[in-house]
């Protein structure tokens, strides 16, 4: 199993499993790190983890280790084993040159993760209520479902979803709109044609 | 000049021929405006059918009539203004962003599309 060091409620600790890390309670305000990531990151940026914190243990701790799907830690193994085991074994580098972003305990958590994250990706939700009112009703309501699952997914704290949904939110709401213009023409036409 | 100076100034003088077009030209009674292509289609109106008669209402100041073409969409049109506001001038509050587009409020204004999607063909609204 991987091995993990962690920040939370203030306290560092490791190193641990996924299963001591489990038992502890940690929430998406906690930041980990493991051999292979050159800093802290937030808990939800570690697929595993965050698979973890939302589905609970039972579903990742039959996950293979996942030390060779990464390029980062290919690296490691490419270096030397026995520098990798070392790096195992002993309290994280980063720890020491740079002290993880203490997380106050006073601030409300949906304020923390805010800070900590990137902004949220563009929901175009407005766009995609024109879209289905004026243009393309199927497109324009595809476009807020879109909406709803860049917000959804961005709530979980999973980044790259979330701005994957919103690029197709984009999508759903230019093709509503073409498809607007299109056919436009032809009802006009078709309604000309009808008067001779 | 900045593109996003372009966009909004391109934005403006489109709303403004668009808005002395559908002030001047009668929707309801023109032979060459655009029919939603899904009733045309289908039969069945859309949730924005009326929208061209509802702004052609509202530009000459019947509130009325434009509730009677798509009651839906009057309502709507403050929503959206609300969205517009918040996204795109400096009035943006953080705090309104987080309550318009909550996953909850999304999933709403969707149950309210699909509802009056059925109601207005049910009831013929």
């Known amino acids: 199993m991987r091995q993990y060091w962690i920040n939370f409620n203030g306290k560092q600790e490791g190193p641990m499993t996924m299963e001591q890390m489990a038992q502890m309670g940690v929430d998406e305000t906690a930041y980990v790190w493991h051999s292979g990531l050159p800093d802290w990151v937030k808990i939800t940026k570690v697929p595993e983890l965050n698979e973890m914190l939302h589905n609970g243990i039972a579903a990742t701790s039959e996950q293979p280790e996942q030390d060779t799907a990464q390029p980062a830690t290919q690296q490691d193994t490419a270096q030397a084993e026995t520098t990798k085991r070392q790096e195992d074994t002993t309290p994280p580098l980063p720890a020491a040159q740079q002290a993880p972003p203490a997380i106050p305990s006073p601030q409300p958590r949906q304020q923390a993760m805010e800070e900590k994250m990137p902004e949220c990706p563009p929901t175009n939700l407005v766009w995609a209520i024109i879209a289905t009112l004026v243009c393309c009703t199927p497109a324009g309501i595809v476009g807020i479902v879109f909406a709803y699952l860049t917000k959804k997914h961005y709530r979980q704290g999973d980044y790259e979803r979330a701005k994957k949904m919103s690029d197709r939110g984009a999508w759903a709401i230019i093709a509503s709109i073409i498809i607007g213009l299109i056919t436009a023409p032809l009802s006009c036409a078709s309604q000309l044609a009808q008067l001779q | ?125």
Not at chain 2, 5 to 23: C, D, M, N, S
């Open chain 2, 1 to 125: 000049m900045s593109r996003k100076r372009i966009v909004t100034l391109a934005v403006i003088v489109v709303l403004i021929v668009a808005a002395v077009v559908y002030f001047v030209v009668d929707p309801s009674s023109s032979r060459w405006m655009p029919r939603c292509i899904f009733l045309s289609l289908t039969g069945f109106k859309c949730p924005g059918c009326g929208s061209q008669r509802v702004i052609h209402a509202l530009l000459h100041g019947d509130v009325a009539l434009a509730a009677h073409y798509n009651a839906f969409l009057l309502g709507a049109i403050p929503v959206i203004g609300l969205y517009l506001i918040n996204d795109y001038t400096p009035l943006r509050s953080r705090r309104l962003d987080h309550v318009l587009k909550h996953p909850a409020t999304i999933a709403t204004l969707v149950a309210l599309m699909l509802a009056w999607w059925v109601l207005r063909n049910v009831y013929e609204l």
